[in-house]
């Protein structure tokens, strides 16, 4: 009896972090020293040794750890549970609509720096006049 289970492919994981933060197989090989052709292999590989993993991790800015136990679904999870309006809550829940009208702040702030001038004007008249 067997049950179907996901492999753990490294090279996909690796594959997918790198899409994700939007750095093509090129640059991954420059940082590491090598050419692209060697990252496809990795990428294609369903293990990969300790130290080139480490150094993998390093130039994607992630863990050995994060790697390893990348999920879609879990950064899919995390992103719907942080999301506004999302039922799932697992913190204080935080508020993203503004409780002022923006447009009202800078007629506001429009409006102190109009009297602001009116009051040097006012000043330096007073000023002009005394002498």
Same mark, same amino acid.
């Given at each position: 009896?067997?049950?179907?289970?996901? +492999? /753990?492919?490294? #090279?996909?994981?690796?594959?997918?972090?790198?899409?994700?933060?939007?750095?093509?197989?090129?640059? $991954?090989?420059?940082?590491? #020293?090598? /050419?692209?052709?060697?990252?496809?292999?990795?990428?294609? *590989?369903? %293990?990969?040794?300790?130290?080139?993993?480490? &150094?993998?991790?390093? &130039?994607? #800015?992630?863990?050995?750890? #994060?790697?390893?136990?990348?999920?879609?679904?879990?950064? $899919? /999870?995390?992103?719907? /549970?942080?999301?506004?309006?999302?039922?799932?809550?697992?913190? +204080? %829940?935080?508020?993203?609509?503004? *409780?002022?009208? +923006?447009?009202?702040?800078?007629?506001?702030?429009?409006?102190?720096?109009?009297?602001?001038?009116?009051?040097?004007?006012?000043? $330096?008249?007073?000023?002009?006049?005394?002498?």
């Amino acid at each position: 009896m067997s049950t179907l289970t996901k +492999p /753990n492919h490294i #090279g996909r994981k690796i594959s997918r972090i790198r899409e994700l933060r939007d750095m093509k197989q090129e640059a $991954l090989a420059q940082a590491l #020293g090598t /050419n692209q052709q060697a990252i496809s292999a990795i990428e294609n *590989s369903e %293990t990969i040794d300790e130290e080139k993993l480490k &150094a993998i991790a390093e &130039a994607l #800015g992630v863990s050995v750890e #994060g790697i390893k136990n990348f999920s879609e679904e879990a950064i $899919l /999870n995390n992103i719907q /549970n942080n999301y506004e309006g999302s039922v799932v809550h697992s913190g +204080p %829940t935080v508020n993203h609509n503004c *409780s002022f009208n +923006p447009l009202d702040k800078v007629v506001e702030l429009y409006e102190r720096l109009v009297q602001a001038e009116k009051d040097k004007v006012e000043y $330096l008249e007073r000023l002009m006049k005394e002498k």
